[in-house]
Protein backbone atom coordinates (compact mmCIF):
# COMPACT_ATOMS: atom_id res chain seq x y z
CA UNK A 1 0.00 0.00 0.00
CA UNK A 2 1.35 3.33 -0.93
CA UNK A 3 1.08 5.74 2.56
CA UNK A 4 1.34 8.48 0.35
CA UNK A 5 3.75 10.32 2.49
CA UNK A 6 6.55 10.87 -0.19
CA UNK A 7 8.30 14.26 0.41
CA UNK A 8 5.25 15.13 3.06
CA UNK A 9 7.13 17.32 6.50
CA UNK A 10 7.27 15.26 9.44
CA UNK A 11 8.41 16.06 13.11
CA UNK A 12 9.14 13.58 15.68
CA UNK A 13 9.80 14.24 19.16
CA UNK A 14 12.21 11.98 21.49
CA UNK A 15 13.52 10.49 17.87
CA UNK A 16 16.56 9.26 18.88
CA UNK A 17 16.04 5.96 20.51
CA UNK A 18 13.27 3.12 20.74
CA UNK A 19 9.61 3.81 19.08
CA UNK A 20 10.64 7.70 18.34
CA UNK A 21 13.45 6.19 16.31
CA UNK A 22 11.37 3.16 14.88
CA UNK A 23 8.71 6.16 14.01
CA UNK A 24 11.52 7.97 11.70
CA UNK A 25 12.71 5.25 10.28
CA UNK A 26 9.27 4.42 9.44
CA UNK A 27 8.58 7.77 7.70
CA UNK A 28 11.84 8.13 6.06
CA UNK A 29 11.33 4.55 4.32
CA UNK A 30 7.98 6.41 2.82
CA UNK A 31 9.99 9.05 1.31
CA UNK A 32 9.87 12.17 3.79
CA UNK A 33 11.46 14.71 5.32
CA UNK A 34 11.69 13.92 9.00
CA UNK A 35 12.74 16.19 11.89
CA UNK A 36 13.59 14.21 14.24
CA UNK A 37 13.85 16.03 17.96
CA UNK A 38 15.75 14.84 21.05
CA UNK A 39 18.53 15.90 23.29
CA UNK A 40 21.37 14.03 21.53
CA UNK A 41 21.44 12.45 18.38
CA UNK A 42 21.45 9.27 19.73
CA UNK A 43 23.87 6.56 20.64
CA UNK A 44 23.80 4.39 17.00
CA UNK A 45 26.00 4.60 14.72
CA UNK A 46 25.89 7.96 12.53
CA UNK A 47 23.54 8.39 16.09
CA UNK A 48 20.80 5.94 14.45
CA UNK A 49 19.57 8.72 12.48
CA UNK A 50 21.44 8.29 9.59
CA UNK A 51 19.22 8.41 6.30
CA UNK A 52 19.51 11.51 4.02
CA UNK A 53 15.61 12.96 4.87
CA UNK A 54 16.60 12.93 8.49
CA UNK A 55 17.35 16.19 10.25
CA UNK A 56 18.07 15.84 13.70
CA UNK A 57 17.02 18.55 16.03
CA UNK A 58 19.08 18.48 19.12
CA UNK A 59 16.87 20.43 21.76
CA UNK A 60 15.23 19.66 25.44
CA UNK A 61 11.63 20.24 24.52
CA UNK A 62 10.89 20.20 28.08
CA UNK A 63 11.95 24.13 27.86
CA UNK A 64 10.28 26.70 25.58
CA UNK A 65 13.66 27.66 24.00
CA UNK A 66 14.06 23.76 23.10
CA UNK A 67 10.37 23.83 21.72
CA UNK A 68 11.41 27.70 19.61
CA UNK A 69 14.20 25.91 18.24
CA UNK A 70 12.23 22.62 16.95
CA UNK A 71 9.71 25.36 15.31
CA UNK A 72 12.23 27.24 13.62
CA UNK A 73 14.29 24.64 12.16
CA UNK A 74 11.10 22.62 10.66
CA UNK A 75 8.90 25.22 9.21
CA UNK A 76 4.98 24.30 8.55
CA UNK A 77 5.04 20.58 8.86
CA UNK A 78 2.26 17.73 7.60
CA UNK A 79 2.79 15.50 10.32
CA UNK A 80 3.26 15.88 14.03
CA UNK A 81 3.96 12.33 16.04
CA UNK A 82 4.17 13.72 19.80
CA UNK A 83 6.25 10.70 20.64
CA UNK A 84 8.44 12.19 23.81
CA UNK A 85 7.27 10.74 27.36
CA UNK A 86 8.28 8.42 29.60
CA UNK A 87 8.64 7.16 33.54
CA UNK A 88 10.59 9.78 36.13
CA UNK A 89 13.42 7.67 38.01
CA UNK A 90 11.98 9.50 40.79
CA UNK A 91 8.59 8.11 40.19
CA UNK A 92 10.05 4.64 40.36
CA UNK A 93 11.61 5.13 43.32
CA UNK A 94 8.45 6.70 44.89
CA UNK A 95 7.15 3.31 46.07
CA UNK A 96 3.05 5.05 45.45
CA UNK A 97 1.39 7.92 45.49
CA UNK A 98 2.64 9.07 48.68
CA UNK A 99 5.84 9.14 47.51
CA UNK A 100 5.84 11.24 44.79
CA UNK A 101 6.41 14.99 45.83
CA UNK A 102 5.66 18.37 43.79
CA UNK A 103 8.91 17.83 41.83
CA UNK A 104 8.51 14.65 40.44
CA UNK A 105 4.83 15.44 39.86
CA UNK A 106 5.58 18.62 37.88
CA UNK A 107 8.53 16.32 36.49
CA UNK A 108 6.32 13.84 35.15
CA UNK A 109 3.62 16.33 33.68
CA UNK A 110 6.46 18.50 31.78
CA UNK A 111 7.88 15.42 30.23
CA UNK A 112 4.48 13.59 29.19
CA UNK A 113 2.05 16.27 28.53
CA UNK A 114 3.37 20.08 29.19
CA UNK A 115 6.47 19.59 26.57
CA UNK A 116 3.42 18.42 23.83
CA UNK A 117 1.40 21.03 24.59
CA UNK A 118 4.07 23.66 23.79
CA UNK A 119 5.20 21.63 20.71
CA UNK A 120 1.67 21.29 18.91
CA UNK A 121 1.02 24.79 19.99
CA UNK A 122 4.45 26.17 18.18
CA UNK A 123 3.70 23.93 15.02
CA UNK A 124 -0.23 24.50 15.34
CA UNK A 125 -0.69 27.45 12.84
CA UNK A 126 1.84 25.53 10.00
CA UNK A 127 -0.26 22.37 10.30
CA UNK A 128 -3.63 23.98 9.89
CA UNK A 129 -2.14 25.66 6.78
CA UNK A 130 -1.65 21.94 5.62
CA UNK A 131 -4.63 20.28 6.47
CA UNK A 132 -2.16 18.37 8.48
CA UNK A 133 -2.18 15.43 11.66
CA UNK A 134 -1.15 14.83 15.08
CA UNK A 135 -0.27 11.46 16.56
CA UNK A 136 0.32 11.87 20.25
CA UNK A 137 2.00 8.54 21.79
CA UNK A 138 0.23 7.95 24.86
CA UNK A 139 0.29 4.48 27.10
CA UNK A 140 -2.24 1.97 28.70
CA UNK A 141 -0.94 3.61 31.71
CA UNK A 142 -3.74 6.32 30.94
CA UNK A 143 -6.67 3.58 30.06
CA UNK A 144 -6.61 1.99 33.91
CA UNK A 145 -5.18 1.83 37.26
CA UNK A 146 -1.25 2.76 36.84
CA UNK A 147 2.04 2.47 38.83
CA UNK A 148 3.47 4.60 39.00
CA UNK A 149 0.47 7.21 39.54
CA UNK A 150 1.49 10.42 37.90
CA UNK A 151 2.58 8.53 34.60
CA UNK A 152 -0.99 7.09 34.37
CA UNK A 153 -2.41 10.19 35.17
CA UNK A 154 -0.56 12.75 32.93
CA UNK A 155 -0.97 9.96 29.94
CA UNK A 156 -4.58 10.31 30.39
CA UNK A 157 -4.07 14.30 30.26
CA UNK A 158 -2.14 13.60 26.90
CA UNK A 159 -4.96 11.22 25.32
CA UNK A 160 -7.92 13.47 26.67
CA UNK A 161 -5.59 16.38 24.72
CA UNK A 162 -5.91 14.89 21.75
CA UNK A 163 -9.60 14.58 21.34
CA UNK A 164 -10.12 17.86 22.39
CA UNK A 165 -7.34 18.88 19.76
CA UNK A 166 -9.55 16.89 17.33
CA UNK A 167 -12.84 18.36 18.11
CA UNK A 168 -11.48 22.38 18.30
CA UNK A 169 -9.50 21.77 14.89
CA UNK A 170 -11.92 19.23 12.90
CA UNK A 171 -13.39 21.78 11.23
CA UNK A 172 -10.53 23.44 9.54
CA UNK A 173 -9.15 20.32 8.40
CA UNK A 174 -6.99 19.13 11.50
CA UNK A 175 -6.92 15.19 12.06
CA UNK A 176 -5.78 14.16 16.07
CA UNK A 177 -5.31 10.99 16.91
CA UNK A 178 -3.74 8.75 20.01
CA UNK A 179 -1.47 5.76 19.62
CA UNK A 180 -1.27 4.01 23.16
CA UNK A 181 1.08 1.71 23.33
CA UNK A 182 1.51 -1.39 26.25
CA UNK A 183 4.52 -3.02 27.16
CA UNK A 184 6.94 -2.15 23.85
CA UNK A 185 10.60 -3.94 23.25
CA UNK A 186 12.46 -0.70 23.86
CA UNK A 187 16.00 -0.42 26.19
CA UNK A 188 13.81 0.47 28.98
CA UNK A 189 12.35 -3.38 29.11
CA UNK A 190 15.71 -4.77 28.03
CA UNK A 191 18.60 -2.64 29.02
CA UNK A 192 19.31 -3.79 32.65
CA UNK A 193 19.95 0.00 33.92
CA UNK A 194 16.32 0.84 32.38
CA UNK A 195 13.42 1.11 34.66
CA UNK A 196 12.35 -2.68 34.03
CA UNK A 197 15.64 -3.58 35.41
CA UNK A 198 15.08 -1.92 38.39
CA UNK A 199 11.54 -3.46 39.00
CA UNK A 200 13.32 -6.73 38.05
CA UNK A 201 16.30 -5.94 40.83
CA UNK A 202 13.39 -5.40 43.37
CA UNK A 203 11.74 -8.85 42.83
CA UNK A 204 14.51 -10.21 43.22
CA UNK A 205 14.60 -12.05 39.88
CA UNK A 206 17.19 -11.67 36.69
CA UNK A 207 15.85 -10.15 34.15
CA UNK A 208 15.54 -12.61 31.77
CA UNK A 209 13.53 -13.89 34.18
CA UNK A 210 11.29 -11.38 35.20
CA UNK A 211 10.66 -10.59 31.22
CA UNK A 212 9.69 -13.87 30.90
CA UNK A 213 6.63 -13.43 33.32
CA UNK A 214 5.69 -10.23 31.79
CA UNK A 215 3.36 -11.62 29.53
CA UNK A 216 1.37 -13.39 31.94
CA UNK A 217 1.45 -10.92 34.52
CA UNK A 218 0.14 -7.92 32.38
CA UNK A 219 -2.09 -10.22 30.50
CA UNK A 220 -0.78 -10.03 27.10
CA UNK A 221 -2.79 -11.91 25.07
CA UNK A 222 -0.43 -12.81 22.39
CA UNK A 223 2.34 -13.55 24.63
CA UNK A 224 4.90 -10.88 24.26
CA UNK A 225 6.06 -7.25 23.82
CA UNK A 226 5.20 -5.11 21.29
CA UNK A 227 8.20 -4.42 18.67
CA UNK A 228 8.68 -0.72 17.81
CA UNK A 229 8.14 -0.87 14.44
CA UNK A 230 5.06 -2.51 14.99
CA UNK A 231 3.79 0.52 16.72
CA UNK A 232 5.75 3.02 14.11
CA UNK A 233 3.65 1.38 11.15
CA UNK A 234 0.46 2.06 13.03
CA UNK A 235 1.59 5.65 13.40
CA UNK A 236 2.64 6.20 9.74
CA UNK A 237 -0.76 4.80 8.57
CA UNK A 238 -2.86 7.42 10.76
CA UNK A 239 -0.83 9.73 9.40
CA UNK A 240 -0.99 8.74 5.87
CA UNK A 241 -4.01 10.37 3.99
CA UNK A 242 -5.49 6.68 3.11
CA UNK A 243 -6.55 7.05 6.55
CA UNK A 244 -8.10 10.28 6.08
CA UNK A 245 -11.27 10.36 7.43
CA UNK A 246 -9.87 8.68 11.32
CA UNK A 247 -9.83 11.36 14.20
CA UNK A 248 -10.56 11.70 17.46
CA UNK A 249 -9.90 7.86 18.23
CA UNK A 250 -7.27 6.05 20.23
CA UNK A 251 -5.74 3.03 18.87
CA UNK A 252 -4.37 0.56 21.20
CA UNK A 253 -0.76 -1.20 20.50
CA UNK A 254 -0.58 -3.30 23.73
CA UNK A 255 -1.11 -7.40 22.11
CA UNK A 256 -4.14 -7.36 24.14
CA UNK A 257 -3.14 -6.04 27.30
CA UNK A 258 -6.16 -3.82 27.94
CA UNK A 259 -9.65 -6.11 28.23
CA UNK A 260 -11.77 -3.62 28.32
CA UNK A 261 -13.95 -2.70 24.99
N1 LIG B 1 8.47 1.52 25.83
C1 LIG B 1 7.27 1.17 26.29
O1 LIG B 1 7.06 0.04 26.73
C2 LIG B 1 6.13 2.17 26.27
C3 LIG B 1 4.86 1.73 26.68
C4 LIG B 1 3.80 2.64 26.67
C5 LIG B 1 4.01 3.93 26.25
N2 LIG B 1 5.27 4.33 25.87
C6 LIG B 1 5.43 5.73 25.43
O2 LIG B 1 6.03 5.74 24.16
C7 LIG B 1 6.88 6.88 24.02
C8 LIG B 1 8.28 6.42 23.64
O3 LIG B 1 8.75 5.55 24.65
P1 LIG B 1 10.17 4.80 24.51
O4 LIG B 1 10.18 3.74 25.54
O5 LIG B 1 10.43 4.48 23.09
O6 LIG B 1 11.15 5.99 24.96
P2 LIG B 1 12.73 5.98 25.19
O7 LIG B 1 13.37 4.78 24.57
O8 LIG B 1 12.96 6.26 26.64
O9 LIG B 1 13.17 7.26 24.35
C9 LIG B 1 12.77 8.52 24.76
C10 LIG B 1 13.18 9.52 23.71
O10 LIG B 1 12.87 10.83 24.16
C11 LIG B 1 14.05 11.64 24.12
N3 LIG B 1 13.95 12.62 25.20
C12 LIG B 1 13.90 12.38 26.54
N4 LIG B 1 13.80 13.53 27.20
C13 LIG B 1 13.76 14.51 26.27
C14 LIG B 1 13.63 15.92 26.33
N5 LIG B 1 13.56 16.58 27.51
N6 LIG B 1 13.61 16.64 25.17
C15 LIG B 1 13.70 16.01 23.97
N7 LIG B 1 13.81 14.68 23.85
C16 LIG B 1 13.85 13.95 24.99
C17 LIG B 1 15.17 10.64 24.26
O11 LIG B 1 16.38 11.10 23.71
P3 LIG B 1 17.45 11.96 24.54
O12 LIG B 1 17.72 11.21 25.80
O13 LIG B 1 18.59 12.02 23.58
O14 LIG B 1 16.84 13.29 24.75
C18 LIG B 1 14.65 9.50 23.41
O15 LIG B 1 14.87 9.77 22.04
C19 LIG B 1 6.80 7.62 25.35
O16 LIG B 1 5.84 8.62 25.27
C20 LIG B 1 6.36 6.54 26.33
O17 LIG B 1 5.69 7.08 27.44
C21 LIG B 1 6.32 3.49 25.87
Not at 38 to 55: H, I
Request: aromatic content about 6%; proline content about 4%.
Amino acid sequence: MDLQLKDKTVVVTGASKGIGLAVVRAFAAEGARVFAAARTAGAEPGGGLGAPDVVAVQADLTTPEGVRALAERAGDVDVLVNNLGGVLDASMRAGGFLGIDDETWLGTFQLNLFATVRVTRALLPGLLRRRGVVVNVSSIGARAAFKPIDYGTAKAALTNLTKGLAEEFGGQGLRALTVTPGPTRTRNWIDSDGYVGELARAAGLELDEFLARVPEQMGITTGRLTEPEETAALVAFLASPVSGNLTGADYLADGGAIKTV
